[in-house]
C-alpha cells in the first residue's frame, strides 16, 4: 500500500534533484521499474503497437483501375474487392483515406476514411463506384488486309480482339476530353499490323477516324538474276529493277549480285552504252518463277549510220532510172532527182563506196563524195550528177542510128559541111561555114534514124595562066546535113559556099550555108568583075566563086553529105575531089 507513496516520493525527489549523480538516477529508474511492476494495470514499456488500415471497394468497372491516397500513400487497385494498406500505422496515429485517381468515367465515394488508429486494424473503410453520369463516346476505325487474328487495346487495357476486315468500335466509352490512345498489342500471324490516327483526346463525338493496316511481308528473295551477253567490244553498264548500275567488260554469263523474291517483279536496264556500240535486252522484264532468271540477255551490236546524198539531172517524166550500189550492193533505183537513202545503214570505222551500177538510158551518171569511212554521224553528202550522153557523126556520108531502150526524146545538133577555100598565091579565101541547126526531137525506143553527115566542100584547083593572067578556081560548097526520123519533116543544115581568090591581092569568102532549105548568104566579091561563092539552099551546097579574068572555073555544089568538087584555074588543072575541102562536115 506504501508503493505509490514511494513512487511519488521518489519522482518528487527526482524532480528536486537535478543535479544528483547518475548513479542515483539509474537508482530511481531501477526503482521505478520495479513500482510499476508491482501496479496490476500496465504492460510492457516498448514501442506502441501498429495495426493497418484495410477496406473494401465496390462498383469500379472490369478493367478500370483508380487510386487511393492513404495518409498520401498511393494504393492502386485494380479490381473491386477487399484492399489493405502495406504500411502499418502505430496505436494512436491518425489516418485518412482520400480519391487519388477515380477510374474512367465513374465517380467514386470513400466511407469511413479517416480516425485514429487503436488496438486492433481498421477494417470498415469502404469506397463506392458509380457511372459518372456525363455523355461519354467510343473510340473505333477500320482494319484492312488482315489475314488472322488481331488484338487492339485503347489506353493500354480495352482490349479488342479482331479476325476480320471492316469496322470496330472498343467497348469502353470514354468521357469529353478523355484522352485515348490504340495501340496493336498482338500481331496476326505472319503480318505486321500498324495504327494511323490512333491517339487523341475526346471532342464530344465518337471516334471513327483510327486506321489499322495489315499487310505481309514478302518472302526472303532467294532467286538470282542473269544472262549472256554477246558482241560486246568495251564496257556496258546494266541496272536491275533502277537499282546499282553493274558493269560488264566480257562476254559470256552474268549475275546480279542482289537476289529477288519467287513472285518479284523484275527489270533489266542498259544504264550506260559501250563507246561505239548500242547494247538492247533481250527478255529483260517478267516476274521471278520459283527459280533463277537467267534468260535476261543482252546483246551488242556496233553503231551505224546511213549513206545517202542528192541526185541531180536525171531526166525525169521519161521513166529513165539510175540504180546505185553501196560497197558493190544495197541496189538503189532512183527515177527523180532530190535526197535519197541507202536501205542498209554502215558500222562505225566501216568503209562506203557509192557507185552507179545502171545508168539511164542516154544519160551519164557520176557520183562525187562517193566513198569514205563512217564516223560518228550520218553520210548525207553524196552527190551523183546526170549529163546527157553525146553520139558524133563526123564521117561524110549516110548513116544509120538506133534510139537506145528507155530514150523517147533526143537532142539534135546538125553542121552543114563547110565550103572549101581557093587556091591563090596571095591568099587563101575561106569557104562559107555550114548551117546549124538545134532542134528536140521525139522517138520511141528501138526507132532507126536515117543520118547523112555533110561534108566540106573541096579546094580550088591551082594556077593557070589565062590571058597574062594567073588563074584560080574558086572552092567548092559544103554538102547539107539531113537527120530524117521517118516522117515528111526532115531536119536539114545547109553546106557553106567556096572561098575565091582572083589571082591579085585580094579573095572573097564563100556565104555561109542555111539550115533547113534556106539559101546561105553570097560571098563578097572583091572586085568588080568576080563572081562570089553561093550560100547553099535546099540541102545543096552554096556554089564556089569565080575569077572574071580568064577561063578558071567555080567549084561544084555539094550535095547531101558529100561536098562539091573544087573549080579549076585554067587548062588542065582541075581541082580537088568532093568531100576533101577543108569545111568540116
Not at 261 to 268: D, E, F, L, N, W
Not at 499 to 517: F, I, L, M, S
Request: contains cysteine; proline residues 4%.
Amino acid at each position: 500500500m506504501h508503493q505509490p507513496q514511494t513512487v511519488a516520493r521518489l519522482a518528487a525527489s527526482l524532480s528536486w534533484r537535478r543535479g544528483v549523480s547518475i548513479l542515483l538516477r539509474l537508482a530511481a529508474s531501477a526503482a521505478l521499474t520495479l513500482a510499476l511492476a508491482a501496479c496490476g494495470g500496465g504492460g510492457g514499456g516498448g514501442a506502441p503497437a501498429s495495426y493497418r488500415v484495410s477496406g473494401s471497394l465496390t462498383g469500379m468497372r472490369a478493367g478500370a483501375s483508380m487510386v487511393l491516397l492513404v495518409n498520401g500513400q498511393a494504393l492502386t487497385l485494380s479490381q473491386n474487392g477487399g484492399f489493405t494498406t502495406t504500411a502499418a500505422l502505430p496505436t494512436g496515429t491518425g489516418y485518412s483515406v482520400t480519391l487519388g485517381t477515380q477510374p474512367a468515367g465513374e465517380v467514386c465515394v470513400v466511407s469511413n476514411g479517416a480516425g485514429v488508429i487503436g488496438a486492433t486494424n481498421v477494417i470498415d473503410v469502404a469506397v463506392a463506384c458509380t457511372v459518372n453520369p456525363q455523355a461519354a463516346y467510343t473510340v473505333g476505325g477500320t482494319v484492312s488486309g488482315l489475314q488472322g487474328t488481331l488484338q487492339l487495346a485503347d489506353n493500354g487495357h480495352d482490349v479488342l480482339v479482331l479476325a476480320s476486315n471492316g469496322a470496330f468500335t472498343f467497348a469502353q466509352a470514354l468521357f469529353d476530353k478523355a484522352a485515348y490512345s490504340v495501340t496493336v498489342s498482338t500481331q496476326p500471324a505472319g503480318q505486321t499490323c500498324t495504327v494511323t490516327q490512333g491517339a487523341g483526346t475526346m471532342q464530344g463525338a465518337d471516334v471513327t477516324s483510327v486506321s489499322v493496316t495489315c499487310v505481309t511481308p514478302p518472302p526472303a528473295p532467294t532467286s538470282s538474276l542473269g544472262g549472256t551477253v554477246t558482241g560486246l567490244t568495251g564496257t556496258v553498264a546494266l541496272s536491275l529493277n533502277g537499282g546499282p548500275s553493274m558493269t560488264v567488260s566480257a562476254n559470256g554469263p552474268y549475275t546480279f549480285p542482289a537476289a529477288l523474291a519467287s513472285g518479284a517483279a523484275y527489270a533489266v536496264t542498259v544504264t550506260t552504252q559501250p563507246a561505239g556500240q548500242t547494247c538492247s535486252v533481250v527478255n529483260g522484264a517478267g516476274t521471278v518463277g520459283s527459280g533463277n532468271v537467267t534468260n535476261a540477255d543482252v546483246i551488242c551490236a556496233a553503231n551505224t549510220y546511213s549513206i545517202g546524198g542528192t541526185l541531180s539531172g536525171l531526166t525525169t517524166g521519161t521513166g529513165l532510172a539510175v540504180v546505185l550500189q553501196d560497197n558493190g550492193g544495197d541496189d538503189l533505183t532512183l527515177t527523180g532527182n532530190g535526197s535519197f537513202t541507202f536501205a542498209t545503214q554502215i558500222a562505225t570505222t566501216a568503209p562506203y563506196s557509192v557507185t552507179v551500177k545502171t545508168q539511164p538510158s542516154g544519160q551519164t551518171c557520176t557520183v562525187t563524195n562517193g566513198a569514205g569511212t563512217v564516223g560518228t554521224a550520218q553520210v548525207l553528202n553524196v552527190s551523183v550528177i546526170c549529163t546527157r550522153q553525146t553520139v558524133s557523126f563526123a564521117n561524110p556520108g549516110p548513116a544509120l542510128w538506133t534510139v537506145p531502150a528507155g530514150v523517147t526524146s533526143i537532142r539534135i545538133v546538125a553542121t552543114g559541111g563547110a565550103g572549101g577555100g581557093d587556091n591563090d598565091q596571095y591568099g587563101h579565101g575561106e569557104g562559107g561555114n555550114g548551117a546549124v541547126v538545134t532542134t528536140t526531137l521525139t522517138v520511141a525506143p528501138g526507132q532507126v534514124l536515117n543520118l547523112v553527115v555533110g561534108g566540106g566542100g573541096a579546094q580550088g584547083g591551082g594556077a593557070g595562066l589565062s590571058l597574062g593572067v594567073t588563074n584560080y578556081g574558086g572552092g567548092a560548097g559544103g554538102g547539107s546535113t539531113n537527120v530524117d526520123a521517118g516522117t515528111a519533116a526532115q531536119i536539114i543544115a545547109g553546106g557553106g559556099g567556096g572561098g575565091y581568090a582572083d589571082g591579085t591581092t585580094t579573095y572573097n569568102t564563100g556565104g555561109n550555108g542555111c539550115g533547113n532549105g534556106f539559101a546561105g548568104g553570097n560571098g563578097q566579091d572583091s572586085e568588080v568583075m568576080d563572081t562570089p561563092g553561093n550560100g547553099g539552099a535546099n540541102g545543096i551546097g552554096g556554089t564556089g566563086s569565080q575569077s572574071a579574068v580568064g577561063p578558071s572555073s567555080n567549084g561544084m555544089n555539094g550535095r547531101g553529105g558529100d561536098g562539091g568538087p573544087g573549080g579549076f584555074g585554067g587548062p588542065n588543072l582541075l581541082g580537088g575531089s568532093g568531100g576533101i575541102g577543108a569545111g568540116p562536115g
